[in-house]
């Protein structure tokens, strides 16, 4: 049996494995070595100061990254010059200011063992003023709507000149900083791409030459910074009509001097393609290998790739089967840094589930990360157990609950952990069954293994009060039970059975025919993709003005076009339900009364309120240390990634509070 199938017969997520694997081998490149083939991707994460200059915040995550074993540590898409600036905080090698900043984290990665890498990128037609302050540049003026849609300027021939000037300049900064290795961004619809695509490059001069631009920058480099390892990353096809796909991509790659770059590193799509940059969870892992195989076959440098990289078994398969060299890995080790190390030694992971809100947050300032709390904050993450250990329970069991349950015990309290339910999870393990979060599954198995080796003691189909607790000596409890879907007073809501929208899926009842969804926020279109997908017939109703307006624009860039297409889904939207009939429904749009056919059973999707009335009762037990709401119950439930935070935080508040013994009456 190969390494790969031993390992695959192994699969479960999060599980141990303890295998010679051969994404544990070293890896030559240029002229450094790789002590393994994880490779941390160049991410974007908005960590940087305004002005692009590197922060001790960025340094403790890519520090971080760095101790959990990858040998290689990209930073992220870099700016070579002001206006190609794409985000509010991305990192800057413009000019020589940033180069202590570069310098300090080069250092604190050295100091873990691995490499540095820095990526030199100008965004072109995808930066926009907003941001930069610049008029965008372009080979050729057109917008990029998905970013806004300001028409960029037509590069002329100086301007070209300049830009490739910068390109080997940042690389001369990098290299005096002391970082390792450089990538030249090729792809995902940046500068560089738009001169290789067809779709972007309309140009009638010298420049209309697509690899001409690439070609000039790599010589740059080479100028500026000599014998630095140089790679460059690309995407394998665009995913566009009247882009690059992978036979035209694979010439243009032909016709660039890779006799002088030291490795390939293959991704795929572009702006106007982003689902092929950042790929749902519902898509298959490793599914970008089929096309860097080519190039690892016919090239004589290293060829890394990416996409859904996010178990050692997909890892080890690609390697092994010479479908690449090495693995780029941006989404899984940003939950799990230590996931080089697991997945060489054989521990345990924090697994990706791949649902975007990462990306989605970019706009916004620096990225979190859904499942993993400390993601940015590891400067303030707890690395040592507590001085005093205390007893704690925690009422509910998804995934804040459990979060908070976990958190306590690594810090060493004795925690009871109690639902409701036979099993735990919560909403979030129902969710994990629905077509559109296939993924959301492995981190609720984590948490189970997590807390059964953590020694807490969980007891289902439990309910606590405070009648059950008392007596019981808790110094702290926790309040994770969750929420209530709102009361919706609807006219004769009595000629039909009405349900809330997560007390459907609790039941776990067959597919019906036809089914009416009041609510097209974030779980009413994943409730209705789901009996799409199963044929049932579904009519949307929802106040919103567009569907799963709750969820950012990666987080539904597949499920939307396919809620389009569906031929069983009717929606109305801007819409409210005044009166309630049997196979029908009154709306009210705009001020106007209509009736519509609305068949099926009516499910409720207007949110969560926190269920306060187990809190106040709790409350009268007066533990020394507090009762602390997490989650929905305490109003945070609108991401997992809030309620995770919430629930890290209330583990240090507790923990902190043991050790000074002060009491918490709240």
Not at 489 to 511: H, K, N, S
Request: aromatic residues 6%; hydrophobic residues 40%; negative net charge.
């Amino acid at each position: 049996m190969s390494t790969t199938e031993h390992l695959l017969s192994r699969e479960v997520p999060g599980a141990l494995i303890n295998v010679t694997a051969p994404f544990a081998a070293p890896l030559d490149m240029g002229t450094v070595r790789l002590r393994n083939r994880f490779v941390s991707a160049p991410m974007e994460r908005n960590y940087c100061e305004v002005d692009g200059t590197m922060t001790d915040e960025y340094i403790a995550y890519l520090a971080r990254r760095a101790e959990g074993g990858a040998a290689l540590i990209f930073t992220e898409a870099s700016y070579v010059r002001a206006d190609g600036k794409g985000r509010i905080r991305q990192m800057g090698v413009d000019v020589d200011e940033r180069i202590p900043g570069i310098k300090k984290m080069v250092d604190a990665i050295h100091a873990h063992g691995a490499l540095v890498g820095v990526e030199l990128n100008h965004g072109g037609r995808t930066a926009q003023g907003s941001v930069s302050g610049f008029v965008p540049v372009a080979p050729t003026p057109i917008p990029c709507l998905v970013v806004g849609g300001e028409m960029p300027e037509q590069l002329d021939g100086d301007d070209i000149e300049h830009i490739i000037e910068c390109f080997g300049e940042a690389a001369a900064r990098c290299q005096k900083a002391g970082v390792d290795v450089i990538s030249l961004h090729g792809g995902h619809g940046y500068l560089i791409h738009q001169f290789l695509s067809p779709a972007y490059n309309h140009r009638d001069d010298e420049w209309a030459d697509p690899t001409l631009f690439v070609n000039r920058v790599i010589a740059a480099v080479h100028e500026h910074a000599p014998g630095i390892t140089l790679g460059l990353r690309f995407s394998a096809f665009e995913g566009i009509d009247g882009g690059l796909d992978a036979e035209t991509t694979r010439a243009r790659i032909d016709a660039i001097d890779t006799d002088r770059l030291d490795f390939l590193d293959v991704s795929a799509g572009n702006y106007e393609a982003g689902q092929w940059i950042i790929q749902p969870g519902e898509w298959s892992r490793g599914l970008l290998a089929p096309y860097s195989e080519q190039y690892q076959r016919d090239f004589d440098i290293p060829v890394g790739v990416a996409g859904r990289i996010t178990s050692p078994e997909i890892a080890a398969q690609i390697i092994e089967s010479g479908q690449a060299n090495f693995v780029s890995m941006a989404r899984t080790l940003h939950a799990d840094p230590d996931f080089p190390k697991r997945a060489i030694d054989g521990g345990r992971y924090r697994p990706c589930i791949a649902c975007n809100y990462c990306i989605d947050s970019l706009a916004a300032g620096p990225i979190p990360c859904s499942v993993n709390p400390w993601v940015g904050r590891e400067l303030d993450q707890p690395t040592t157990p507590a001085d005093v250990t205390v007893r704690v329970a925690v009422i509910g069991a998804g995934p804040s609950g459990m979060a908070a349950a976990r958190d306590l015990a690594l810090a060493g309290h004795r925690v009871d952990l109690y639902d409701e339910r036979p099993s735990l999870g919560g909403d979030f393990a129902l969710a994990s069954k629905l077509h559109e979060y296939p993924e959301y599954g492995r981190i609720v198995e984590w948490y189970l293994a997590e807390l059964a080796d953590l020694g807490v003691q969980c007891h289902t189909s439990t309910r606590a009060d405070a009648a059950s607790l008392a007596g019981r000596d808790f110094d702290a409890i926790v309040l994770a039970a969750g929420g209530v879907g709102p009361t919706v007073d609807l006219p004769r809501a009595a000629t039909r059975t009405v349900r809330d929208i997560r007390e459907f899926l609790v039941l776990e009842d067959p597919a019906p025919d036809a089914i009416t969804i009041f609510g097209a926020d974030r779980e009413a279109a994943a409730v209705a993709d789901d009996l799409l997908q199963k044929g049932t017939q579904v009519v949307m109703i929802g106040p919103q003005e567009t569907i799963a307006h709750d969820v950012g624009r990666r987080g539904k860039i597949v499920l939307l076009p396919r809620l389009a297409a569906s031929e069983n889904l009717t929606t109305y939207l801007s819409s409210i339900i005044t009166k309630v009939d049997t196979d029908s429904v009154t709306i009210s749009t705009a001020g106007v009364l209509s009736e519509v056919d609305a068949p099926g059973e009516l499910l409720i999707s207007q949110g969560v309120e926190p269920r306060s009335e187990l809190l106040t009762e709790l409350r009268s037990l007066a533990p020394r240390l507090g009762v602390h709401t997490v989650g929905d119950a305490s109003g945070d439930g609108g991401s997992i990634h809030a309620a995770l935070v919430t629930a890290a935080d209330v583990a240090v508040t507790i923990t902190a509070a043991a050790a000074a013994r002060q009491e918490i009456h709240a």
